[in-house]
């Protein structure tokens, strides 16, 4: 049956939220595949905006069964927290089924990713220091404490123990912070486990027979392509699977149960933290003519390019069709969901980059070396804009202004992908559904 992978093609941050709010209508599971509560969306809710991190968005609708897969890793006390405030607003958690297989995030995690970043310097990776990174490490050294184990006092205690004697003297020794006691984390741990133990289950064999009874699923992916472990740009990336492949790793569904794979991509692109990033447009304070600065400018300050987990100011820059199609590509898109179309209304003209210039080399598609990506330089297309005319109100294609439809319709063929949702606005109604069809 008809089952669809939501996944960011950027660097994450491309209103994926919105998006997932507006088909999750069409499908009975919503699935978080993986990361952890690195992730944030808001969603208004009674008039009031919520944020998200870990509860899939799934949550929000009475007729869906919100599931937290194998592939997540799950920070007990957020989980709880983020419950008990949904709870308060009215919002029904009971049917949230969350995966035995899926990895806790312990305090040493958080210590050792604030610590590891400081240590990096100037190399810093800028993660959320949610503790993501060093909890999928001790997963692939299968040293990990799983959600299964939480069930049971004796093996957690016993796994605790393992893990601090090692955790302990890189706490202490290498980063010279402060250790655990078996008995702290204890105590801090095993009442979530009985809040969370209800919600526990075989979620793979749980997806599978909704599957087989013709239920539609719907896996909403966090941060986005160019984040993936495999597939981003390494190491400035997070620690797990973002793309749509990781959706069946993540939950224990066939790949070939997955038919539509609707990639998310703002009408420009932002990244937080470190990294390469070609078309970004810098602010003065770093160096930048006082054109690019007002570009940057405009981008984050229309565009409100907070992040929702952080805070920090989102690093703002052009259309890149160059990471578009590799988006394309490693995620097998059937449909693009172009979103913040209405903040490009800023602008004259508007630049796309349609490939790179590295050392006379021309890129049509990402460069194999990621010291190429470091040094590219950006190839552009400039497209006259739609200034000051307002599309937020636009509820068709054919509605827009003539600039607007050719910048979609330019963008559209670059990426070689149909672009079956437009956003040009916040709010639930302020997009155009141009072809897009759950099954
Ligand atoms: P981590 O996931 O906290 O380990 O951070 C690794 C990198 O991914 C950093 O550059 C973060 O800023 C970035 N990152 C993690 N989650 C998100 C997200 O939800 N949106 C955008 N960037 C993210």
Redo the contacts with the bound molecule.
């Keep these: 049956m008809p089952s669809t992978v939501l996944v960011g093609a950027q ?3 491309e209103g994926k939220g919105k998006i997932t709010d507006l088909i999750a209508k069409d499908y009975d599971y919503v699935v978080r595949y993986q ?1 952890g509560n ?3 969306h808001t969603v208004v809710h009674a008039g009031k905006t919520l944020a998200l991190h870990l509860m899939p968005s799934g949550v929000m609708y009475e007729h869906a069964v919100p599931v937290i897969g194998n592939g997540v890793v799950v920070d007990p006390g957020v989980l709880v927290t983020e419950m008990a405030m949904l709870s308060a607003e009215g919002i029904d958690c009971s049917k949230l089924k969350i995966s035995c297989d899926a990895h806790v995030i312990m305090p040493y995690h958080k210590d050792l ?1 604030g610590a590891d970043e400081k240590r990096l310097g100037s190399n810093q ?6 503790g ?2 060093p909890c999928y490490q001790d997963k692939a050294a299968r040293k990990g404490i799983r959600v299964q184990d939480l069930l049971d006092e004796k093996i957690f205690r016993l796994k605790v123990e393992t893990a601090l004697a090692q955790k302990n003297p890189i706490l202490e020794k290498i980063y010279n912070i402060h250790t655990y006691t078996v008995d702290e984390i204890c105590e801090e741990y095993l009442p979530y486990a009985k809040i969370l133990k209800p919600y526990m289950d075989e979620t793979a064999q749980l997806l599978n027979e909704a599957l087989a009874q013709g239920k539609n699923i719907l896996f909403e992916g ?3 392509t160019l ?1 993936d472990i495999d597939h981003g740009t390494y190491p ?4 797990s699977s973002c793309c749509a492949g990781g959706a069946a790793t993540g939950t224990g569904v066939g790949p070939v149960a997955i038919s539509k794979v609707l990639g998310i991509q703002k009408a420009y692109v932002t ?5 390469p990033f070609p078309t970004e447009q810098r602010s003065a304070e770093e160096g930048a003519e006082a054109e690019e600065a007002e570009v940057g400018d405009t981008l984050c300050s229309v565009g409100h390019e907070y ?1 929702v ?1 952080t805070g920090r100011r989102r690093r703002c820059g052009w259309f890149d069709a160059v990471i578009a199609r590799y988006a394309a590509q490693v995620n097998g898109l059937t449909d693009i969901a172009l979103t913040k179309l209405d903040v490009l209304s800023a602008f004259d003209t508007i630049k796309v980059c349609v490939a790179y210039e590295c050392e006379g080399t021309r890129y049509e598609y990402f460069p194999m070396q990621q010291s190429v990506l470091f040094h590219a330089k950006p190839i552009y297309e400039e497209l006259p804009g739609w200034k000051g005319e307002d599309i937020s109100g636009c509820r068709s294609f054919d509605e827009l202004p003539k600039n607007t439809q050719h910048y979609v319709e330019y963008l559209e063929g670059l990426a070689g992908v149909p672009m079956s949702i437009i956003s040009v606005g916040p709010d639930h109604d302020q997009t155009i559904m141009r072809g897009w069809s759950s099954c």
């Design positions: 660097w994450g941050d990361g690195n992730a944030g990713d990776i800028g993660t959320t220091k949610r993501i990174g966090a941060q986005g984040l400035y990336v997070t620690s990244r937080v933290g470190g990294g992040g987990t």
